[in-house]
C-alpha cells in the first residue's frame, strides 16, 4: 500500500482482473479500481488519472486526507496533487497502519462508491427511459431504485448486491446500444427513401409558401389569428402553424392577397366585390346606384359640367354599390376629402327616393326604417344634414342640434298621413315651389345630442324623449351611419391602453341599435384613419365577433387615374390611407416652445400668406388657423394677437361663424361657408373673390368641409399622426391644391419629422421671410 501512495487511479478498465479486485477487499467499486501493476511517474500522468475520478470521489478523497472539500474538480484535483506531493518527500511514519490507509490511494468508503453507483445506474435509467426501453427495462428500473439500502448493508451484502448491479448495468448498456443501433437504423433507412426529387411545380409550390412565410413570421400570432379567422380558418397551434396555414391560403388562393405587403393581409375573395364582377366599369353615378331626378341633378350641378357627367371617386365607386344594392355594412376608409359622406349619404337617400316612388309601399315613415346618423361635433352634423338635405326626399332630414324630444321631430309637422304638400320659398327667393314632403326618417345630429335625447345625462333628471318611445324610435333604424367614426368610438391604440369607464354616447346608441333591432341594421362606418383596434371597437359596441365586423373599404386619392385603375385592376385597393398627396406641408421652426412666441410667429405667418398679390385691394387667400392641444392658447387670446397684428380679412372664430341661432340656420350659415349648397340647387353667393381667415381648437376641425380653404396654419404639434391627417385634410380636398404651415418649436419638429413615414409625407422646413412668396 505504502508503494501505492502516491499513485493516482489508473484508467479506469473496469472488472479486467477480477481475481486482483477481489484480493482488494475494501475496495469493492470497479470505477475506483487502480491497477497496482501499472504504476506511472509522470507527474502529468498522475494528475490526469486523478482527475478521471468523479468529484464525489475527489471530496471522498480528501474527507480522508482531513483536507477542505469545496472548490472546482480542478481546485479539488490541484488540492489532493499537492497534499501527495508533500507527503511524500515528508517523513513519516510508513508503519502505522492508520497512515498507510489514510496516504495510500485510498480505499473509500462503501457509502460513497454506493452514492456514485446509484448515480450511474439513475443516469443510465434516465437515459434509457427517455428511449423508452420496453417493459423489461423497467422493471428492472424499478427493481433497482426499490433496492437503495445499500449503505445499511454490510460489506458482504454490498459486495454482493454491487456484483448484482454490475451485472443489470451491464444488460442495461447493451439494451441501450441495442436501442441506439435500431435509432440509427431507422434514420439510415429514412436517409435512404429521401432522394425522391420534388416535381417542378411542387418545388415552385414550396418555394412560394416559404416566401410568404417568412414575411408572415414577421407579423404578430394576434395579426395572423385575426386573418385567419376571417378567412374562416383554424386558428389552433403555435405561430409557426398559424403562419404555415396561412402562408399555403395564400398561395394557394393568388398573389394578390399579399399585394399590400405583409403588414395588412388582403384577400381577393374578400375584398372583391361580387357584384362589380356583374356590373360594367362604371365611372359615373348612374352606373353605381340608380339616381334619382334630384340626386342626378344635384351631383351634376355639383361636380359636373356641362360636357361630362360627374365623376364619382374611388371611394364612392367601391362603396356605392355594395351599400346600396348588396345592402353590406362597411367601414369606409379613404383620405380626408375624398367625398365619403356623399358616398354614405347616397345608398340612403336612394333607397329612400325608390320607396317614395314605389307604389308598394304603403307605410312612408319611421317604421318602414330611420336612418340614424351619428356625429362627433354639432357642426359636422350640420353640414352633413346640409348635404343630405340636398340629396334625401324632401322633409325626410331632421337635424337634431341639441338634447331634444326627439318625437317632436314628427310631432311638429304633422301629427298624422303619409306625406304632405308644402310651399317653400325657392332658393332664389323668386317664387315658392309646390312639393310633397315627407315626413323625417333620416336623423343627424352630434352623438352626445341625440344620446341625451333618448337617455337623459347626468344633469337631466329624466331624458327628454319618453323612454318606450325612444326605445320604439331606436328599433326602427335601418342604417346606423357613424362619420369620424374613431373620434366617436373609444379606440385603445394598444391593447395595454384603458378604456375609459363610461361608454361614449356613439358606442351607447350603436349597442342599443344593434340589440333593440336584433343585428337587422345596416351599419356604416367612415373616417381617414381607420385600424384594427378600431374595427375590434366597432365589432365591440356592436355585439359582433371580430371575424363579422363590417368590411373595410379602401380608396385611394388618385381620380385622375381612376378609370385605368379600375380597368387594369378591379380588386387592387390603396392599403395606406394618407394625406392627399395635393397638400403641400411646410415646417416653421420658433425659438421657444411658449405660447406667445408660437403665437407671435403664428401671426407673422399668417400675415405673410395673407398679403393681398399685386392688384389686389384685399386677399382672396382662405385661410385656417388651428390651435392645438399642446400649443395651450386659448381661442380669444389667438383672435385678439392676430387683431393686434392688424391682420385682414379679419380674423374669427370659425364656430362663431357656423353658430346660429336654430337648426336651420345653423344649417344655412355652415352652407354659406362650406359651399355644400353646391350638392344641388342654387350657389350661394360666397363673394367667390373674397378671402377670410378663421380660427379654431383642433377639437372642432373633425370633418369639416371649408370650401377652397387654401392654408391651414396649424400652431403647436398635433396630439398624433391620425389628428393630423384631420387637421391637415382641410385643404386640399377633392383633388383642390393646399398647404399647411406647421408653427412648431424646435423639439417639436423634431418630433413632426419622425411622422414623416407613417403619414407619407414630406415635411420642408420653411423660412419665415419665404412665405409670402411660397403660399
Ligand atoms: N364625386 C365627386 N367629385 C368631385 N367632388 C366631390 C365628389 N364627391 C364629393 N365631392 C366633394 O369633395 C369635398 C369633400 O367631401 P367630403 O366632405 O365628403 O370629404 P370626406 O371624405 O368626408 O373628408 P373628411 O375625412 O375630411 O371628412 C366636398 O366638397 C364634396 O362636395
Not at 28 to 43: A, D, F, I, M, N
Not at 140 to 148: F, I, Y
Not at 321 to 350: C, R
Amino acid at each position: 500500500l505504502s508503494s501505492f501512495h502516491h499513485q493516482p487511479p489508473s484508467s479506469p478498465h473496469r472488472h479486467r482482473d477480477r481475481s486482483h479486485a477481489s484480493k482488494r477487499t475494501h475496495w469493492h467499486r470497479t470505477s475506483l479500481h487502480v491497477s497496482r501493476s501499472e504504476p506511472t511517474s509522470s507527474t502529468d500522468n498522475v494528475s490526469f488519472q486523478w482527475s478521471k475520478l468523479t468529484v464525489p470521489q475527489l471530496k471522498s478523497q480528501l474527507k480522508d486526507r482531513g483536507l477542505p472539500v469545496s472548490g472546482k474538480k480542478a481546485e479539488l484535483v490541484q488540492r489532493i496533487l499537492e497534499h501527495e506531493s508533500s507527503t511524500t518527500g515528508a517523513e513519516r511514519p510508513q508503519n502505522s497502519s492508520k497512515d498507510a490507509k489514510r496516504s495510500a490511494f485510498p480505499p473509500p468508503k462503501d457509502e460513497t462508491e454506493i452514492e456514485v453507483v446509484r448515480k450511474e445506474v439513475k443516469e443510465t435509467l434516465s437515459l434509457l427511459d427517455g428511449l423508452k426501453i420496453g417493459g423489461s427495462e423497467s422493471n428492472t428500473k424499478s427493481n433497482l431504485l426499490q433496492d437503495q439500502s445499500f449503505s445499511t448493508m454490510s460489506s458482504q451484502t454490498t459486495t454482493r448486491q454491487q456484483a448484482q448491479e454490475r451485472r443489470m448495468m451491464e444488460s442495461l448498456k447493451q439494451s441501450l446500444k441495442k436501442t441506439q443501433q435500431k435509432s440509427t437504423d431507422k434514420s439510415q433507412k429514412a436517409a435512404a427513401e429521401q432522394p425522391r426529387k420534388l416535381s417542378a411545380q411542387e418545388s415552385a409550390h414550396a418555394h412560394r409558401v416559404q416566401g410568404y412565410t417568412e414575411q408572415l413570421r414577421l407579423r404578430p400570432a394576434n395579426d395572423l389569428k385575426e386573418e385567419l379567422l376571417s378567412l374562416r380558418l383554424s386558428t389552433k397551434g403555435r405561430k409557426p402553424d398559424l403562419v404555415h396555414r396561412l402562408a399555403e391560403y395564400l398561395v394557394s388562393h393568388g398573389d394578390e392577397a399579399l399585394e399590400d405587403g405583409p403588414g395588412d393581409i388582403r384577400l381577393p375573395e374578400l375584398t372583391k366585390s361580387t357584384l362589380l364582377d356583374d356590373i360594367e366599369v362604371p365611372v359615373s353615378f348612374a352606373g353605381i346606384a340608380k339616381l334619382s331626378k334630384t340626386a342626378a341633378s344635384a351631383l351634376q350641378q355639383a361636380f359636373g359640367n356641362r360636357d361630362e357627367d360627374p365623376e364619382p371617386t374611388p371611394i364612392q365607386l367601391a362603396a356605392i354599390p355594395k351599400m346600396f344594392y348588396a345592402q353590406q355594412s362597411a367601414i369606409l376608409h379613404a383620405p380626408t376629402g375624398s367625398g365619403k359622406t356623399v358616398t354614405f349619404l347616397l345608398p340612403i337617400t336612394e333607397t329612400l327616393w325608390q320607396e317614395v316612388e314605389s307604389k308598394e309601399v304603403e307605410v312612408r315613415n319611421k317604421e318602414n326604417g330611420m336612418a340614424l346618423i351619428l356625429l362627433p361635433t354639432r357642426e359636422l352634423a350640420a353640414q352633413v344634414a346640409g348635404v343630405a338635405t340636398v340629396l334625401a326626399p324632401p322633409g325626410m332630414v331632421r337635424f337634431v342640434p341639441r338634447p331634444m324630444n326627439l318625437m317632436n321631430c314628427w310631432r311638429d309637422e304633422v301629427d298624422a298621413g303619409e306625406e304632405f304638400e308644402y310651399y317653400e320659398t325657392s332658393s332664389n327667393g323668386e317664387r315658392p315651389t309646390h312639393e310633397k314632403k315627407y315626413k323625417p326618417r333620416i336623423l343627424v345630429g352630434s352623438a352626445k345630442s341625440i344620446a341625451v335625447s333618448l337617455f337623459g345625462d347626468s344633469k337631466m333628471p329624466g331624458s327628454p324623449t319618453n323612454k318606450p318611445q325612444g326605445k320604439e324610435l331606436l328599433s326602427c333604424v335601418r342604417w346606423l351611419v357613424m362619420d369620424e367614426v374613431d373620434r366617436l368610438l373609444d379606440v385603445k391604440k394598444s391593447r395595454t391602453d384603458k378604456r375609459s369607464r363610461h361608454e361614449k354616447p356613439a358606442a351607447m346608441l350603436s349597442a342599443a341599435v344593434a340589440r333593440l333591432t336584433m343585428g337587422r341594421v345596416q351599419v356604416i362606418a367612415a373616417s381617414a384613419t381607420v385600424g384594427r383596434p378600431l374595427r375590434r371597437e366597432l365589432s365591440r359596441v356592436l355585439g359582433l365577433h371580430s371575424s363579422e365586423c363590417p368590411e373595410t373599404i379602401r380608396g385611394d386619392d388618385d381620380t385622375s387615374k381612376l378609370r385605368d385603375k379600375i380597368k387594369s385592376d378591379e380588386k387592387h385597393v390603396g392599403r395606406a390611407v394618407k394625406i392627399p398627396s395635393t397638400v403641400r406641408n411646410y415646417v416653421l421652426p420658433v425659438d421657444g416652445s411658449t405660447a406667445g412666441s408660437l403665437l407671435t410667429s403664428a401671426a407673422f405667418a399668417t400675415k405673410s400668406i395673407l398679403q393681398p398679390a399685386k392688384g389686389e385691394s384685399c386677399s382672396q387667400k382662405k385661410v385656417l388657423v388651428v390651435l392645438t392641444r399642446n400649443c395651450d392658447i386659448k381661442l380669444h387670446n389667438a383672435l385678439g394677437a392676430l387683431q393686434h397684428f392688424g391682420i385682414r380679412p379679419r380674423p374669427q372664430s370659425l364656430l362663431d361663424v357656423l353658430e346660429a341661432d336654430g337648426a336651420d340656420r345653423l344649417v344655412e350659415a355652415h352652407r354659406k361657408v362650406s359651399r355644400v349648397e353646391g350638392v344641388g340647387g342654387k350657389q350661394y353667393s360666397n363673394d367667390e373673390g373674397e378671402g377670410y381667415l378663421l380660427v379654431t381648437h383642433e377639437d372642432n376641425v373633425r370633418g369639416l368641409h371649408l370650401d377652397r380653404l387654401d392654408a391651414v396654419v396649424v400652431v403647436g404639434r398635433p396630439g398624433s399622426p391620425d389628428e393630423y391627417t384631420h387637421i391637415a385634410g382641410r385643404t386640399g380636398r377633392a383633388g383642390r391644391k393646399g398647404s399647411v404651415l406647421n408653427i412648431v418649436s424646435f423639439e417639436q419638429a423634431a418630433a413632426l419629422a419622425s411622422w414623416t413615414k407613417m403619414l407619407g409625407v414630406d415635411f420642408m422646413p420653411i423660412d419665415e421671410s419665404d412665405i409670402a412668396s411660397v403660399f
